[in-house]
């Protein structure tokens, strides 16, 4: 298994039945990757979920595991189905169907940035497709698979907190919800990936804070959400999007004044969900 594939840190205590995990803040863009693309540094890192990883580093601290992925969005995307490939981008591959990610050139290999920006001039191999999703895609999913398992062998429950962050302008035309435009979304696919007690006490954590908070959209969770919910299991997935200007400069991917009164905003946010997750003793103790 590469270590390139990933990261975890690890509590010194498992003391909760809630993973928390970043697929998309991942900064590794190789000079190899780099030379592929036909755009800058600052373009091909407009999809990214910058600092979303930093945002949530507290949560080892309160007895949850974070998994991070170490590559970026835009050379392999760890929330889509491995066989959503885009024959517009790979050679060889024939197209499955009506998929509308993979139609909008946002397959498990991206075509496109933020605002359909191409990331390369031509198409790739298969044989490197195939080489992304061996070595990065594959051990990302086992290691989060390993620790839903864990978290469910020592707790009888495992509950998912997918982190991500979203374009402000994908909120911007939304019309006002009640207390106003939401800063944070979390998707559970109407209810099809997580119980509504887990997800009505993940809302509850965020609007302690003082967060605008909405459900499904315009997010309600995709390939991972759907993977690895499985409620009637008494496993919960919840993606999380938080409003990238409460905390960055969009334009120039850099934290903004906001960051760190945020990131500690987010310690009692995270501190409360990984509370979700000690309700039960740990069957280990049984």
């Not at 009888?156 to 982190?163: E, H, K, S, Y």
């Amino acid at each position: 298994m590469p270590d390139t594939a990933f990261s975890v840190i690890s509590p010194q205590k498992l003391a909760s039945a809630v993973v928390f995990a970043s697929p998309h803040s991942g900064t590794d863009y190789s000079d190899s990757f780099l030379a592929q693309s036909i755009l800058g540094r600052k373009e091909i890192r407009s999809s990214e979920d910058a600092f979303v990883d930093q945002l949530f580093q507290a949560a080892p601290e309160f007895g949850s595991p974070l998994l991070m992925a170490v590559k970026p969005r835009a050379y392999l995307d760890l929330n889509r189905s491995p066989d959503e490939l885009d024959p517009a981008v790979i050679e060889g591959v024939q197209l499955r169907g009506q998929n509308p990610r993979v139609a909008s050139g946002l397959g498990v290999i991206p075509r496109v940035v933020a605002n359909g920006r191409a990331i390369y001039r031509g198409k790739l191999p298969v044989t490197e497709a195939e080489q992304r999703i061996r070595c990065c895609w594959h051990p990302y999913h086992r290691a989060l698979k390993g620790l839903l398992e864990q978290a469910h062998q020592y707790f009888g429950q495992a509950i998912l907190v997918d982190c991500h962050s979203m374009p402000h302008e994908a909120i911007d035309t939304m019309v006002p919800c009640k207390g106003g435009k939401p800063e944070v979304v979390l998707g559970d696919r109407f209810g099809a990936a997580a119980d509504n007690s887990v997800v009505d006490r993940i809302e509850a954590a965020f609007a302690a804070a003082g967060l605008n908070v909405a459900r499904n959209t315009p997010f309600a969770g995709a390939y991972i959400a759907q993977t690895y919910g499985r409620p009637s299991r008494r496993q919960h997935a919840v993606q999380v999007e938080i409003d990238r200007a409460l905390y960055m400069d969009e334009a120039n991917i850099r934290p903004n004044g906001n960051f760190e009164p945020l990131q500690q905003l987010l310690r009692q946010v995270i501190s409360e969900i990984a509370a979700i997750g000690r309700d039960a003793l740990p069957l280990a103790a049984e």
